[in-house]
């Protein structure tokens, strides 16, 4: 090398190590993000990763309180600007139109939106009514297809394509004893996000979903009558039930709500998604593979 090689390389080696300690551009800056049942567990837990990378959320739900609760506390990590809350009730057609198009106002667009909403109510099929099944149906499926049309609306007004994501269950996949209702319910969710992705595609607008396992912990689900109903239909107290849902997963682990926001934001991102589109992500610790009951 004569001198001026040996500067050029040396100067170019510095330049690429200064770039390297730059800090890198959050993957989500600019991006707006709709999520239903942003108050509860795993809606909250969504809306702070999406906020960690750059995004301002729209938390939607029908608890008040509970709303409430999660602005302030999103808001006091992220800034006030970044969080707003609107009422929604995704088994209500108004509601669900008016709240999207609130949320498009608020912050000029949409681009992201998580149909999360969501109960767990279930009994065994000759106990359960045509109530609790419908209840099921309206919430789950119905709700997760309004929520679904009406972004698809927005979207394809903005002509910027988009990303949809739905949290459904592994129980749309494998039946689980003792929910009928919410095990069919969960199943249509995950069909309707594959037609949403099939006619969204020539939009460049993508659907995905993700199916968690039991998440005990942080859900408010899961700290109501859904633990007991399970627990009765597993025959175990609730440590046992637990230890269940760890034990049979491969990595011997149980599922948090921080997992579940993890995958969202997989499918979310243009940067980590793969351009990934009417897939599934299993959430479980690897129980979904494995043959363990
Ligand atoms: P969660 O109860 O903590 O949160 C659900 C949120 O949805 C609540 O804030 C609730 O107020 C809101 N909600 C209920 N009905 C609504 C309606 N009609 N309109 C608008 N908002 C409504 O429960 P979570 O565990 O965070 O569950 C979120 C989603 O994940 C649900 O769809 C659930 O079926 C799914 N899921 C949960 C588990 C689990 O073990 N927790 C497992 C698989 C799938």
Not at 59 to 64: F, K, V
Not at 121 to 139: G, V
Not at 222 to 235: D, F, H, L, M, Q
């Amino acid at each position: 090398l004569d001198e001026q090689e040996a500067f050029d390389i040396e100067y170019w080696l510095l330049e690429e190590a200064k770039l390297q300690r730059m800090p890198k551009p959050k993957s989500l800056a600019g991006k707006v993000a709709f999520i239903t049942g942003g108050a509860g567990g795993i809606g909250k837990a969504t809306a702070r990763r999406l906020l960690g990378e750059g995004a301002c959320v729209m938390l939607a739900d029908i608890d008040a309180e509970s709303l409430g609760g999660a602005s302030e506390e999103l808001s006091t990590a992220f800034g006030k600007d970044a969080v707003r809350t609107v009422m929604c009730d995704v088994t209500d057609e108004q509601s669900v139109m008016d709240s999207m198009s609130a949320s498009a106002v608020a912050f000029g667009g949409i681009d992201i939106v998580v149909s999360n909403a969501g109960i767990a109510s279930s009994a065994p099929l000759d106990e359960t009514s045509l109530e609790l099944w419908n209840k099921n149906m309206s919430i789950l499926s119905t709700g997760y297809f309004l929520v679904s049309r009406e972004a698809f609306k927005v979207l394809k007004a903005q002509n910027t394509g988009g990303s949809l994501v739905f949290i459904a269950s592994k129980n749309g996949l494998v039946a689980s004893p003792n929910a009928s209702a919410y095990c069919t319910a969960k199943a249509a969710e995950i069909q309707l996000a594959r037609a949403v992705a099939l006619e969204g595609a020539p939009l460049g607008i993508r659907c995905n979903v993700v199916n968690p396992d039991a998440v005990l912990r942080g859900s408010k689900i899961w700290s109501g009558k859904w633990r007991e109903e399970r627990a009765a239909a597993y025959n175990m107290d609730q440590q046992e039930l637990e230890e269940h849902y760890r034990n049979r997963s491969m990595l011997k682990r149980n599922v948090f709500p921080e997992d579940i926001a993890e995958g969202v934001y997989f499918f979310a991102s243009e940067e980590t998604s793969a351009k990934s589109t009417g897939n599934i992500l299993n959430v479980d610790a690897g129980h979904a593979p494995s043959f363990t009951r």
